[in-house]
């Protein structure tokens, strides 16, 4: 027994030693992981990215930005009365939206938590994007690196205020940049204060700039100079909704408002029917059934005779019926799969101008402007009282059929206090101040 165990002592020992010699030559070989090339991770990304990965950042961003903009406005514009929307697949649209019943509104459902999550994936990318402009060693001036992250703020702002929009109350967080410590739910002021500065700072950085951005966006433009036009119109809405009327007129002054021009200048989310890229959420084929939206009646009903901007709708030759709810007109504002939809325009602008200038009581100026819209859309001359009551109710009057379907509506008679002069579509349906915080959050 002495031998035996002898022997299994020494090939024990001899076991160990082989092993420790191993895992030291195992040691010294170890070769450092190689990326997936194919699979690159954020790390390689925002630490060197190629002039070729920040332009894949970048059209992933702008891609995002298109994500879920159905559900969006369909939340927004069914709340805002500007249209229904029809689905025998999920009646949730013309009970929880339209407070039917005893219906209120999910923080679980799609209707809150897809938009909610799509904006924010786009804020991810563009803060991934600012990343790696600011580490990246490929060959850009110091002027294009600044130029590109304020891009990327403004695109931020940008969608931190399309959340704004369906949280209002409950605020929003603004610092997202680190998803292992998030920021803090601002309040409702905070939330608007914080895109407001995140705008100006970007702002900084992107006028009087005599460079082009490193890569290629469809947003507005590659110019830095010209793209803080696009910034200041953002601006200049985002001041409307903090009651900042002359910060309105200065960023209006900075943006590519103009008074006398084209209503449709602007910017636009392009679609198109090639591979991979994504079609407009927000077309259906006139008489549709089944799945549609057609126009909440009083748009028709309400308009002045003569206004040019009832081609938004158009008479089915059947009334479309759903939940108790009727329409005699299809919405459609966008008449293809592919047609554009605005981010901001001048018509818009023009209507900013028109308000700030009421709310300042340059009444006559105010007045004007909106003479300018009346006149686009076929309509003679305001005649009505001089009065900054009777023109705020003029500005928006022409705000609701300017900007129809486009998701301001709800968000005007809000601001305004006047949610209880919506139409209530069938007895005991509610108007909904805001959406629920997400579940999730």
């Not at 966008?334 to 605005?342: H, R």
């Amino acid at each position: 027994m002495r031998k035996m165990k002898s022997q299994y002592n020494f090939l024990s020992k001899i076991r160990t030693v082989i092993l420790v010699s191993f895992l030291l030559w195992i040691n010294a070989c170890k070769i450092d992981p190689i990326p997936d090339p194919n699979n690159p991770s954020i790390t390689s990304i925002t630490q060197n990215a190629s002039l070729g990965e920040i332009q894949n950042l970048v059209d992933g961003t702008e891609s995002a930005m298109r994500d879920n903009l159905g559900n969006y406005f369909d939340g927004v514009c069914v709340i805002g009365r500007e249209y229904y929307r029809f689905s025998t697949s999920d009646p949730r649209f013309t009970s929880d939206l339209l407070g039917k019943g005893n219906a209120t509104l999910d923080s679980n459902t799609f209707y809150t938590t897809n938009p909610f999550a799509a904006r924010y994936r786009a804020i991810k990318n563009a803060n991934i994007l600012i990343e790696a402009l600011t580490n990246t060693k490929a060959s850009i001036t110091d002027e294009q690196r600044k130029a590109g992250i304020a891009y990327a703020k403004t695109i931020k702002a940008y969608e931190l205020l399309l959340v704004f929009n369906e949280q209002y109350g409950n605020g929003i967080r603004v610092d997202v940049s680190d998803p292992d410590k998030l920021g803090p739910f601002l309040d409702k002021d905070g939330s608007l204060n914080a895109i407001a500065s995140l705008l100006d700072e970007a702002n900084t950085d992107l006028s009087g700039q005599t460079t082009e951005f490193p890569f290629t966006s469809t947003i507005y433009t590659n110019d830095a100079a010209t793209f803080s036009k696009f910034n200041r119109a953002i601006a200049a809405r985002v001041a409307v909704y903090r009651s900042d009327w002359n910060g309105a007129l200065t960023a209006l002054s900075n943006s590519f408002f103009d008074i006398n021009g084209p209503l449709n200048k602007g910017s636009y989310h392009i679609f198109s029917t090639a591979g991979g890229d994504q079609l407009n959420p927000m077309f259906f084929p006139l008489e549709s059934n089944g799945e549609t939206r057609v126009a909440q009646p009083d748009f028709v009903k309400d308009a002045e005779a003569g206004d040019t901007r009832l081609s938004k709708v158009v008479q089915r030759s059947d009334t479309a019926f759903q939940d108790g709810l009727s329409s005699n007109y299809d919405f459609y504002l966008y008449t293809s799969n592919t047609a554009n939809i605005p981010l901001i325009r001048n018509e818009e602008l023009i209507l900013i101008y028109a308000e700030a200038n009421i709310q300042l009581n340059n009444l006559t100026e105010g007045r004007d402007a909106l003479n300018k819209i009346r006149t686009a859309a076929s309509l003679p001359n305001y005649s009505g009282a001089l009065t900054q009551d009777a023109l705020i109710d003029e500005m928006l009057k022409q705000r609701r059929y300017s900007l129809y379907g486009e998701g301001h509506r709800w968000v005007d008679m809000r601001r305004y206090n006047r949610l209880d002069q919506l139409p209530i579509d069938r007895p005991g349906d509610d108007v909904w101040v805001q959406f629920p915080r997400p579940t999730n959050e």
